[in-house]
Structure formats: C-alpha cells, structure tokens
C-alpha cells in the first residue's frame, strides 16, 4: 500500500505543478499578447491567490476539508481552466474565472500535503514532492520551444487539469488509512499564537509578487528569448529538485534558523536580478538560489507548522492562503504598481522586513520553541 501511495502522490505533484507552471510562466505573456495592461496583469495575478486566503477562513467555520471537498476542487478547477479559454478577451469575466479558480485550486494542495507528511518523514517528503518540481520544469521546457499561439497555453492548461483531476481521485484511498486530522477542532485554531511567524511567511510571498508574475517579461525586456527565459525558469527548478533530495539532513536541524537563512538568501536573490538583469551568467546564480528561498524554505515552513498545530490540515491551508494568497495576492497587485528597473530592489526590502518578522517570532516565543527541534 505504502508504495502505491506514493504513486499516486507523485503522479498528483507531477501534474499539479504543471498547471502551476503554465499559469505562472504562460500566461502573464499571453494576457500581455491579448492587450492586458501591466495594472491588470497584476490584478488578474492577485484574484487566484485572494481567494486561497478567503478559502480556509470558510473551512475554519462551515466546511471540512475531506475527500468530497478535495474530488470537488478538482472537478471545479477543471471548469474553471475551460472558462478561461471563453472568457480570456474579455477583463471582468476572466478576472471572475480566475477568481473560482483561485478558490478551488487552493483546496486539493493541503488536503495532499497533509496526506504526504503523515505518510512519510519530512525528510522523506522532499523526495515525493520533486517529482511536482519536475512537472513544473518538464512543461517549461517543453512550451517554450513549442509555444507558438497564445491560445495553445490555455489548451495545455485544460488538458493539464483534466489529468491532475483523474489522477488525483487515487490520493483519496488513501485517506482514510493515513491521516486521522478531522474538523471537530477547528474552532480552535488561532492565527494569533504565532502571529510574528504569519507576518513573516505572508511579507516572504509578497517579496516574490514581481518574480512569479513579471520575471518572464523582465528578463525579455532584458533581451533574452522567451525559449531562453524558460531555461532560467527551468536551472531554477533543477535546483529546487537537488534541494528536495537532499535536504533532509537540514530538516534535522532548528527549522526556524533553517527559515531565517533560505529568508536572507531569498533577499540577495533579488538584489542580484536588480543589479544585474541583463547577464545571463549572473540571472542563472540568482536562479540557482531557489534551491534555498523555495525548496528549503517550503519544506521547513510546512514542517515547522505541521508540528506546532494540531488542526494539521487547516493549518496547511492558512499557510497556503496567508502566504500563496494573501501574499501571493498583494505581491501581484504591488508588482503591477512597481514593474520597472526598481522592482527587485523593493522586493529584496520586503523579504528583509519578512526576515525581521522571524527574529520578532523567535524572540516572542523564545520559552515554547525551545523543544520544538525535529
């Protein structure tokens, strides 16, 4: 059984992280061919990771997170991929397409990733969860020599989320023989016991608001080939994949020391794509640290949680929805306001202020995270 549920996480991550890699590496350069301003590509961008901050708040109070609701997001997610193919020309109604998928895409991902942390060891889970990181990089590489219509991106979009659906109905087996989280406690779940560390990973999501939706059009403003871009999307990813397999001795060490390192690297990363865009040589060392500010720094943040709440699935849900929504969210909405030569330098000082909120967290609850060591 053991082996089978890691098939059918493997194949989930896969294929999930495909979806998310059109979205993000595709389609800000497909609305931008379609006429969108630079403003509404940064509000297109924010209204997916809004509704992932929404979402859990409403799983807090009226819904739980089960198979029904898992199958449903990703019947929906479907839906919605196929709404954007009719809606695209037109702003308001993409924007509301984009909405319902942010709602239902935001479901299915911790419903998983609970499934995965209680089935193998969080140094164990790196080596599952590649296997997404290579699903992202694999359609990368692949639609950026192939790419040709800014129509054929919203295809593979729809093809890509109708196999994550089939594949994913396998995850719910094994629910019931792994996990034993339930709703009934819900109610108890507080944001406000570890408020610094909210603060902290929601100002680290926004810091990478300009990377995720206008890194393509940085880097070809900048000169460089959209086949070209996709490879330093792609060295990004092969770094994160070495990161995920290798990681597990880090795992064993202080996870919040391990957060405030991947914070820092993450602020000279970006210190780096505003000092020197137009090199190749040194865009490719700035790639080469996502190993650290997303690999590294997912694994010990979803870890670190994982172990300081008991409500381990709508914890994974606040966690996507404060940092990949809300973050996510006025990330976007800030790099739309922002794009320029200046955009890095900004994002570098709100990754510092992201990191200043972990010394606050580490100082608060100096007595309580003394055994909180894996």
């Not at 020391?257 to 865009?283: C, E, G, H, N, Q």
Request: proline share 3%; glycine share 6%.
């Amino acid at each position: 059984m053991v082996l089978r549920m890691k098939i059918s996480l493997v194949l989930f991550y896969f294929f999930y992280f495909a979806i998310v890699g059109v979205y993000v590496i595709f389609l800000p350069t497909v609305l931008a061919d379609f006429g969108y301003t630079k403003a509404q590509i940064g509000i297109i961008f924010a209204a997916a990771p809004f509704m992932r901050f929404l979402t859990p708040f409403l799983f807090k109070r009226f819904i739980t997170l089960d198979h029904v609701a898992f199958l449903v997001s990703l019947i929906v997610t479907l839906a919605s991929t196929i709404l954007f193919l009719i809606t695209i020309e037109k702003f308001w109604l993409y924007l509301a397409s984009n909405l319902i998928f942010g709602a239902v895409i935001g479901i299915s991902l911790p419903y998983v990733e609970t499934i995965a942390l209680y089935a193998v060891s969080k140094e164990q889970y790196g080596k599952i969860r590649l296997f997404g990181s290579i699903g992202f990089m694999g359609i990368a590489l692949w639609l950026g020599k192939v790419l040709e219509t800014p129509n054929e991106a919203l295809y593979y979009l729809i093809f890509l989320a109708c196999i994550t659906a089939l594949f994913g109905t396998s995850v719910v087996y094994f629910d019931r023989h792994i996990t034993t989280d339930t709703a009934k406690n819900n109610h108890a779940f507080a944001l406000r016991s570890f408020p610094w560390f909210w603060v902290s990973i929601f100002l680290m999501q926004v810091g990478f608001g300009g990377f995720y939706n206008f890194f393509t059009i940085y880097e070809v403003a900048h000169g460089f080939s959209l086949e070209t871009v996709s490879w330093m999307w792609s060295f990004g990813v092969i770094c994160e994949i070495v990161m995920l397999y290798l990681q597990g001795p880090l795992l064993r060490q202080n996870l919040l020391l391990v957060l405030k390192i991947a914070t820092f690297a993450t602020s000279v990363r970006w210190i780096l794509l505003y000092l020197t865009p137009d090199s190749i040589y040194m865009v490719f060392v700035s790639q080469s640290l996502h190993a650290i500010s997303f690999a590294l720094y997912h694994t010990a943040a979803i870890s670190y949680i994982f172990m300081i709440y008991p409500q381990k699935r709508l914890a994974q849900q606040f966690f996507l929805g404060i940092a990949f929504g809300l973050g996510g969210a006025i990330g976007a909405l800030l790099a739309g306001q922002i794009y320029g030569e200046s955009m890095f330098l900004i994002e570098a000082g709100i990754t510092l202020l992201s990191l200043a909120a972990l010394f606050a967290h580490t100082y608060k609850n100096q007595h309580d995270t003394r055994g909180l060591r894996p």
